[in-house]
């Protein structure tokens, strides 16, 4: 079947069409239809089915004859050492942590938080927990105990599995310490918490409260696969909104397993037995899809990395790793390339690595930049195939499927739309623009399987954020367009989110940290584009009338507060001080302008700017910090 009939064929059936796909997943009580449109425009896929994710995603590849095959390969650059774990492995080593769990009380739909670094066992805690039911959210270790907080409070954990330490370049990252902070900052406490102690550093437990994961699973039953309801959350992620306070993105248990399942075959062109590598961090969804679940329900054997692109120790270890372990399928985000290329601009380390089984190359995160895309074409000689999605979304919105059909790659564009997803490109009224005309993308409702239903206690916002401004459609937050053989192109964000090396990072969130300076009467959080990272933040800061602190003191001190507050992936080191900030005549922060100038673009004065000689102060500001080069 070509991409065409595939996809024209999931708008037009798509009960046929998911029906069909969900006959791959191992169901406890297979469903009865696929979607349930009753709630609309809320709606869910399988919800009357009874499944298990880590059945699927484990037990059933062991019980099918693949016990000895590896599950899970960790390969640490940064601590020399690779180990690989099989299926057969992985399951006892599951069943055994989710026991001990449950032995402490943690059942089918109590939440559980993971904080830990890129190591087995994040992905042993995120499948203990799908294996009672329990829902897990992950908390990315490159956030500050303040965001780790938030996050207990707003998903009443009844446990936190945690690892000692994390383990960046040149400095190993405490998490006990940040534990015990968010623990004691939050308002909700939980029953108890799981400590992986890495040799690296033994943390110090608070006795009956803290156990460590070793001695704590010491004797205990193995638990069983728990049957859950297709709807039942299988995780929440945490993802940054325009506020301050992320947005719970909840993941529905059965959807997930298919469409994820449908994705391996369908767009990355792996099966059993291949080995799937995605750079990124078990935090983000990325490493939710491609790094534990999808890889494992397709019976793939998946790379647990725990390095950098460049320095741990050089710009050919992404290459080594490929080579190493035969990887088939490599996906990581542009800002990674960027960080080889330019180390290695001749792709010298390239040659030096057999790369024979790698199939092709998957970018998302991020816009892949043409100059990225058509260095990695060059060097690697495989498809480069660029695809777009959200934390939201779980999976492809749109994308070149391998699996089916390579269509011709257009560089700067991740291809088309991947099934189920209706995908239009809106003015601000709602109609459909032109191909061509950049516009706001939607999707048309329903949204296809594994796909967020809603968010963690906060329908209003759920809503809001995403139903209201378009009627019958999902908004997606990004702008972009459509050309005339339908392929898409991702342009920016349509809100205050940037995207600061393949991390979503809110504005508004470090705009909430550095009002909260003493010194700071207002401010303005920008991004402003960086060659390496895509975008860096920037604020600007206005004194409080009668602070006369130094400004360089108030600017390090903000830097700081971030850095406490969010957490070093911010990355938010540029601020200046400014007397006034650009404004329209009802008040609103010109930021879009502050950007322009920022990046030497032309702009056009906006009409209802309120004084535009502001604009002067603020390039002058700028160049002071090297931007606004014209
Ligand atoms: N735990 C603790 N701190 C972390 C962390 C983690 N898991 N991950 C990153 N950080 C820290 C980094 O050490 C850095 O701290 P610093 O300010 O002390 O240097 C800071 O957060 C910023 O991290 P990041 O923006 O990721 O930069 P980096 O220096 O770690 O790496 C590149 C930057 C250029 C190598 C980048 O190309 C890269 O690979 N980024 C990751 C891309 C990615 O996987 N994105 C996920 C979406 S698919
Ligand atoms: P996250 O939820 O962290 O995965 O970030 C999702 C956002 O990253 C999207 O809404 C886009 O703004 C951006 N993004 C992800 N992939 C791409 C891509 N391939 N091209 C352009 N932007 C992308």
Redesign the pocket.
Known sequence: MSYAELYRRSIDDPEGFWMEQAGEIDWVQPPSKALFADNAPLYEWFKDAQVNTCWNAVDRHVEAGRGDQLAIIHDSPITHSTKGITYRELRDRVASLAGALRAKGVEKGDRVIIYM??IPEALEAMLACTRLGAIHSVV????AANELAVRIDDAKPKAIIAASC?L??G?V?HYKPLLDAAIEAATHKPDFTVIFQREQEVAKLIEGRDFAWHTFQYGVEPAECVPVSGDHPAYILYTSGTTGQPKGVIRPTAGHLVALNWSMKGLYNVGPGDVFW????V?????HSYICYAPLITGCTTIVFEG????TPDAGTFWRVMQNHKVKSF???P?????IKREDPNGEFIKEYNLKNLQALFL???RADPATVEWAQQHLGIPVIDHWWQTETGWAIAGNPLGIELMPVKVGSPTVPMPGYDVQVLDEGGHPLPRGELGAIAIKLPLPPGTLPTLWNAEARFKKSYLEHFPGYYETGDAGFIDADGYVSIMARTDDVIN????RLSTGGMEEVLASHPDVGECAVIGVTDE??GQLPLGFLCLNKGSNRPHEEVVKECVKLV?DQI?????F?LACVVDRLPKTRSGKILRATMVKIADGESFKMPATIDDPAILDEIAEALRGLGYAKA
């Open positions: 670094p890129m990315f270790g490159g956030f994390g960046e370049p400095r990252v995605a750079a990124s961090d935090g983000w969804v990325v490493g950098k692109p460049v320095g996906f990581t985000a800002t990674a390339l960027r960080a998302a995160g991020e600061v090396a393949g991390h390496l990272k850095r957490g070093p992936v911010a990355a080191k």
